[in-house]
């Protein structure tokens, strides 16, 4: 059994910040715990706004505190996001996250994250062999 608290996470190298620092990530279960996906809080920071775009992996997130929107930038479709709304990424759907307070998320992502990735350029992350190539 893997239990583990945001609190022990604090500080570790399971907490990674975002280059920009619009986020953080604190990431509780990871590629080696053995799970076949990773599982995260993640903080969205109020006044911010993220150009995502997982082509390498799916994503589902559930707000639990805060408020904000997530914008499909094919169709430019606008959905709010507060406590209670989720959203999957079922079509590596490139997007915007803008977060008007802080947002408190909580994301499952298949393939499993390894710990460290932070989006590249292209807002991706990288596949699990390709990290430190």
């Not at 570790?12 to 910040?17: D, I, L, P």
């Amino acid at each position: 059994m893997i239990v583990r608290t945001i609190e022990e996470i604090r500080g570790s190298e399971r907490e990674v910040f975002a280059e920009n620092r619009n986020w953080v990530s604190r990431r509780l279960v990871l590629a080696d715990d053995g799970m076949g996906f990773s599982f995260h809080e993640t903080v969205i920071f109020g006044g911010t706004e993220t150009e995502i775009w997982y082509k390498n992996h799916y994503e589902a997130v559930y707000c639990i505190e805060g408020e904000g929107e997530v914008e499909t930038t094919d169709d430019g479709k606008i959905f709010p996001i507060r406590p209670g709304t989720m959203y999957a990424l079922n079509r590596h759907d490139r997007h915007l996250l803008r977060a008007t307070r802080d947002m408190r998320l909580v994301c499952a992502f298949n393939p499993a994250l390894v710990g460290n990735e932070v989006h590249r350029e292209d807002g991706s992350y990288p596949l699990p062999d390709e990290i430190n190539k």
